[in-house]
């Protein structure tokens, strides 16, 4: 059985573990490979939100660094980005399969990955990387993209 049958009625653990997988094989890609530093997956949330801010300003002007850095900070905000990462990567079948088999060959492996120190690393590829493999995978750039920049700027409605 494939981690995609039960998701996305995941334990937390198996949903760390799914977006920690998710983000090392869109990293493993060509385009991953060739663009991104090797310690992107440790970057902190003031890294990774001064690399997201950029992205979303093509998308939407208003989203600031702070509430980018704010949302991954955020374990709710972060869980929702990153299922929104897995339900875009998911329509891919190639990648939902390699994604898959990776997950098995780790879910023994991996532990204590926190979904909020990935989040901003799996946002930053699922918005960058063009291609995985022989996938086109730019139509789901702007749907992570939309929904990320939505999250972001909902930061600090409502507080004084």
């Known amino acids: 059985m494939s981690i995609w049958d039960t998701y996305p009625d995941l334990t937390p653990a198996n949903f760390r573990t799914l977006v920690a997988v998710t983000a090392q094989v869109l990293l493993d ?23 997201i801010v950029p992205l979303l300003m093509q998308t939407d002007q208003t989203v600031t660094r702070q509430n980018v850095q704010e949302m991954l900070e955020d374990e709710e905000l972060a869980a929702r980005a990153c299922r929104t990462v897995l339900d875009q990567v998911r329509t891919y079948p190639q990648l939902a399969e390699r994604i898959a088999q990776e997950y098995e060959a780790r879910a023994q492996k991996l532990t204590g990955v926190e979904v909020v120190l990935l989040a901003g ?9 063009k291609r995985w493999g022989p996938v086109e995978f730019e139509p789901a750039n702007e749907v992570v993209k939309t929904f990320v920049a939505g999250l972001a700027k909902g930061i600090g409605i409502g507080q004084p």
Request: proline fraction near 6%; aromatic fraction near 4%.
């Open 29 to 51: 890609s060509d385009t991953g490979a060739a663009e991104f530093p090797p310690d992107l997956l440790q970057q902190s949330t003031a890294e990774n939100a001064r690399e």
């Open 121 to 129: 690393a799996v946002v930053i590829l699922a918005m960058r990387i």
